[in-house]
Each structure stands twice: as structure tokens, then as C-alpha cells.
């Protein structure tokens, strides 16, 4: 059993389009994240849940939109994709708030805009 | 704000060799601190934490690390390592008050046979 999942795992498109990656965690985690990772392994917040309240939004451009239904799944979706959004973007997800901050990881989905 | 720093960025080394990698991070407050490990290709995995007690923390694989709270270091350590250890190693810090983790730079390891 997978504890966080992500899909697609690979995803190819071109400028301009919309695209969404979807992040489920089977672990009872109230908490929630996406990651973002550049060409240079460079790894940054991006947003959080917790409970599906958002509670961090790290500067991110509002064409990344984050939603979370329950506090199992976390989406991301993002509008009129720049090649500067090529990277991988990973879910984890952490108990307790966040609060103690051990994340697990889903196995990442691997954004190329073209 | 806190911060976390990784001195170095790329490590290379031959089978056996000792490893340390540094870490120093940047918050006032009580703070946990992590050791996560991404193997080529593959997602970020937990390789140890320090949250309170014992400042020398032993994780999976053999690593260990520190904490010394008067240096705000975090240094991973391994007395010898193996090929399959070449990874990419990242440190990270948590705080209650920030509720998030904040990576450092990361430091690619490479192992040479």
C-alpha cells in the first residue's frame, strides 16, 4: 500500500495549457503539502492544509490553485502553464498540524512544459 | 523566519570513506530537525529526526547525527559508506510556531566503487 500517491507521475504539455495533479494519503494525516522541485534539487513549500483549511500559501502565483475536498486528498491544479513550471511536484502529508514535522512523501510527478 | 543552510553542495567520496555533511539552520525557537534522503529518481524518504532528548540521533543505514544547539548545527554522519549511499541528502527544520518544514539546498553525495 502506498502511503501518499500521486498522478500522474510524468506529465508533458504544452505553454499555456491546464493541467492537475491529483495527491491522496491513506495515513490519517490532518495535514497536507505540496513541494515544488527545480532543476537544481532545490525544494520549496508551496501551500499546506490542514483539515482542508489552507494554511499556507508560500508566495506562489495565483495560476496554482491547491484543493483539498478531504483531509486525505490534496490537488493541485495550475492555469496557463509557463516553462518556468517545469519541475516535480511532490505531496506529503505530516500528522498532529504539522506541528511535530516529520513529512512522508508521495513519489513525486514530474511537470515538463514545453 | 527560519532558514536552514547546507554548506555542502556537492560531496564526492570512495567506498568506505567517512562522510559529514553540515547543517546549520536559523530560528529562536524550539525547533525538530530532520535528515531526508532522495535516491536517484525517487522520492524523499526520512533517514532520521532529533526532537528533544539525546542530542545524537542514529537514523536508518548507519547514519547518524548530531545536534549541538550552541553551534544551531545538525551535521550528518556516516563512518563509511557504501555506492548505495549516493543520493541527494537534504536537512530540514520544523518549528510549532512556523508549522512547516524548510529544507536546506540539499547536498549530492556520489560514491565511487
Known amino acids: 500500500d502506498t502511503a501518499v500517491s500521486q498522478t500522474p507521475k510524468y506529465l508533458v504539455t504544452q505553454m499555456g495549457n491546464d493541467k492537475s495533479i491529483k495527491c491522496e494519503q491513506n495515513l490519517g494525516h490532518d495535514t497536507m503539502y505540496w513541494y515544488k522541485q527545480d532543476s537544481k534539487k532545490f525544494l520549496k513549500i508551496m501551500f499546506s492544509y490542514n483539515n482542508k483549511e489552507l494554511i499556507i500559501n508560500e508566495t506562489v502565483p495565483n495560476r496554482f490553485s491547491p484543493k483539498s475536498p478531504d483531509k486525505a486528498h490534496l490537488n493541485l491544479h495550475i492555469n496557463s502553464l509557463e516553462l518556468g513550471d517545469s519541475a516535480v511536484y511532490f505531496c506529503?502529508?505530516?500528522?498532529?498540524?504539522?506541528?511535530?514535522?516529520?513529512?512522508?512523501f508521495g513519489e513525486g510527478s514530474r511537470l515538463t512544459v514545453l | 523566519a527560519q532558514s536552514v543552510s547546507q554548506h555542502n553542495h556537492h560531496v564526492i567520496l570512495s567506498e568506505a570513506a567517512s562522510l559529514e555533511l553540515g547543517c546549520n539552520y536559523s530560528y529562536g525557537g524550539t525547533v525538530n530537525l530532520f535528515w531526508y534522503v532522495q535516491y536517484p529518481g525517487q522520492h524523499l524518504q526520512l533517514l532520521l529526526k532529533?526532537?528533544?532528548?539525546?542530542?545524537l540521533v542514529k537514523g536508518i543505514k548507519g547514519f547518524e547525527a548530531e545536534f549541538i544547539k550552541s553551534k544551531f548545527s545538525f551535521n550528518l554522519r556516516k563512518p563509511s559508506v557504501q555506492w548505495s549511499d549516493t543520493a541527494e541528502y537534504f536537512c530540514a527544520v520544523s518549528s510549532t510556531n512556523a508549522g512547516k518544514s524548510t529544507f536546506g539546498d540539499g547536498t549530492t553525495l556520489t560514491v565511487k566503487p
Open positions: 532529533y526532537f528533544s532528548g539525546d542530542p
Open positions: 506529503a502529508s505530516s500528522a498532529s498540524g504539522g506541528h511535530t514535522g516529520e513529512l512522508f
